[in-house]
DNA sequence: AGGCTAATGACAGCCGCTGACAATTGACAA
DNA sequence: TTGTCAATTGTCAGCGGCTGTCATTAGCCT
């Protein structure tokens, strides 16, 4: 951010990110084209796929700057925690910390409410499950190293993030069909889906 | 498949779909365009579309005939298993009638193949977890009417079966990865992966 | 000030995909 | 058998996402 350059390029992204987001959440995804976005900000479109690899990059660039800080939260978690408390403890620290990140680029209200054009939008969905895949395999190797374990030899941490992401996935998808749409809901929902997850898998679902 | 007219449909459906996983795992999925689908039959690109909503459908229709087999024998689990262990043998005993359900339309080696295809190409990976989630949603269904609970209520079955699909899309794509690339290679994997998915989740890893 | 490099715009073109309409071909009854 | 109706297909035109190329502009650095 020190030369004029750099801040000229970094003001043209946001600009780009705002404007798609903006159009995505009021006009839908598929009715936005990327010559409306670029016209938004007065740039062409070739340079709109030179910030973003393509249409749905932008659609998911909150997210995945979402996903970083939850990265580095499992990283920052102390070694002694049992793998799936760090996990449980670094998603619901993310989400204290999610307001100021988000609003340096847009108001969190956007941010929300492209959860629901994600989950309404089968392409963005598939993009969308894709990078979860990819954050889940980084998180294996965080957590692999953190235990001292191979990776290659040993199933177990890709297994222990691919379970803690599907029910990730769950209360996400049931959060966004829901009435009080925000950030304390779905606090609440992540702590009572990860803890009937277990009970779940073992336990007779028929009342006793 | 009564008519002249259902049974020529029938036939150029195989034949687009037998052309295009033949392209897709020769020359690759993105290096393959429509027109060259549709060329190989001797049709429009315009009748391909007929067939197949887009060129990820054709790329994921043999496996959706699979899943599609999947979710019967689920249904066909008797009742008194617990939904883990109906879901555990559903998957094993799709396994082995898989052959006979593809080598109706393709080789299996084709088959086989066209999962690499997939775990290569980031929009067909993509679009695959899209479908497994969809999957999911109607297996748990299944599961839910099974043990007789309502799905708004309960999030049980959802996040049952979403942790039983996590599992196997870990098995799917270490799979994928080796050397023996084979049904009884799966079969194996399959089974010591759900084996160690509970353990990897409550017990600590570090060796004691 | 002037040369260098990075960022942008303009243009052409490929590919996936869709709507519309005309031509063809099988189904079915008179 | 033939004529009518409906289903299938081909053709064409066009949109939108995306990329390569090259000329132009604008910040950087001495």
Redesign the interface.
């Known amino acids: 951010m020190e030369t004029l350059r750099e801040r000229k390029k970094q003001r043209t992204r946001d600009a780009l990110l705002r404007s798609a987001v903006e159009l995505f959440t009021t006009r839908g995804y598929e009715r936005t084209t990327v010559d409306d976005i670029a016209a938004a900000v007065d740039v062409s479109q070739r340079t709109f796929f030179r910030y973003f690899a393509g249409k749905d990059e932008a659609a998911l660039a909150l997210h995945d700057l979402v996903t970083e800080r939850f990265i580095e939260a499992v990283r920052a978690r102390p070694a002694h925690e049992?793998?799936?408390e760090a996990l449980r403890r670094a998603v619901l620290g993310s989400w204290d910390t999610l307001n100021e990140i988000v609003e340096e680029v847009v108001p969190l209200e956007w941010f929300l409410r492209m959860y629901r054009v994600i989950e309404e939008t089968?392409v963005l969905?598939?993009?969308h499950?894709?990078h979860s895949?990819e954050t889940e395999e980084t998180i294996a190797r965080v957590l692999a190293e953190r235990?001292?374990?191979d990776m290659d030899a040993?199933?177990?941490?890709?297994?222990?993030v691919?379970?803690f992401?599907?029910?990730m996935?769950?209360t996400e998808r049931?959060w966004t069909r829901r009435e009080d749409f925000d950030l304390e809901a779905m606090r609440e929902l992540t702590i009572?889906?990860l803890e009937?997850?277990?009970?779940?898998?073992?336990d007779?679902?028929?009342t006793h």
């Open positions: 049992a793998p799936m089968p969905l598939a993009a499950l894709r895949e235990e001292g374990l040993d199933p177990r941490p890709r297994l222990a691919a379970v992401g599907a029910v996935r769950v049931q009572t889906y009937q997850a277990g009970p779940a898998l073992t007779s679902w028929r």
